[in-house]
């Protein structure tokens, strides 16, 4: 199985900072990696697919990069909106593991 | 316009069996990959099972052997049935459409989730 590993596991940010989460994973995996968002009691919500590729209706503020085991997902100016906890996922190979997600607070 | 409907959770005791069915609406079931994904009180996510188009069925270590997902074509809907549940299979349980863009697979539509709890 692939692990995933992101970091920090939370941050503390104001809106307007520039946040950025990384995932590592425990083996080679191209770029099969997504990002989720999830709010309390709501479902996650598909932010990056491929590691870079903008999920249709997502704010461009949102962005991925990566490949290989080192991904990164990056908030260029953090809204209020986006308080919330982040999800790696990869796609590689079942089972498609979750990282342990990055709770981002005010 | 897309959409997912899960039900069937409830209190359950430990050894007892339930059944999670997922509605959808706005695509078809069964020409789709679908997936369960549950998630633990206060805990993040875990992938549970998944149906490929194909009707091959893939499983998480954790619930292998006591967990069987299908789906009924004529109903478009998805199914998790559970049997021999633990305490640690308590969890809100997610289904989830998983689309592919040219070999990448992702969860692009999920449903609110329905609540497992196993508990005596």
């Known amino acids: 199985d692939i692990q995933l590993t992101q970091s920090p596991s939370s941050l503390s940010a104001s809106v307007g900072d520039r946040v950025t989460i990384t995932c590592r994973a425990s083996?080679?995996?191209?770029?099969?990696l997504n990002w989720y968002q999830q709010k309390p009691g709501k479902a996650p919500k598909l932010l990056i697919y491929?590691?870079?590729s903008l999920q249709s209706g997502v704010p461009s503020r949102f962005s991925g990069s990566g490949s290989g085991t080192d991904f990164t997902l990056t908030i260029s100016s953090l809204q209020p909106e986006d308080f919330a906890t982040y999800y790696c996922?990869?796609?590689?190979?079942?089972?498609?593991?979750f990282g342990q997600g990055t709770k981002v607070e005010i | 316009e897309v959409q997912l409907v899960e039900s069937g959770g409830g209190l359950v005791q430990p050894g007892g069996s339930l059944r999670l069915a997922c509605a959808a609406s706005?695509?078809?079931?069964?020409?789709?990959?679908m997936t369960w994904v549950r998630q633990a009180p206060g805990k993040g996510l875990e992938w549970v099972a998944e149906?490929?188009?194909?009707?091959?069925?893939y499983y998480a270590d954790s619930v292998k052997g006591r967990f069987t997902i299908s789906r009924h074509n004529s109903k478009n809907t998805l199914y998790v049935q559970m049997n021999s549940l633990r305490p640690e299979d308590t969890a809100v349980y997610y289904c989830?459409?998983?689309?592919?863009?040219?070999?990448?697979?992702?969860?692009?539509?999920w449903g609110q989730g329905t609540l497992v709890t196993v508990s005596s």
């Open positions: 706005g695509f078809t079931v069964s020409t789709n990959y």
């Open positions: 149906i490929y188009s194909g009707g091959s069925t």
């Open positions: 996922q990869q796609s590689f190979i079942t089972p498609r593991t």
């Open positions: 989830a459409r998983v689309e592919d863009s040219s070999g990448y697979y992702f969860f692009d539509y």
């Open positions: 491929a590691a870079s």
């Open positions: 083996q080679y995996m191209n770029t099969y």
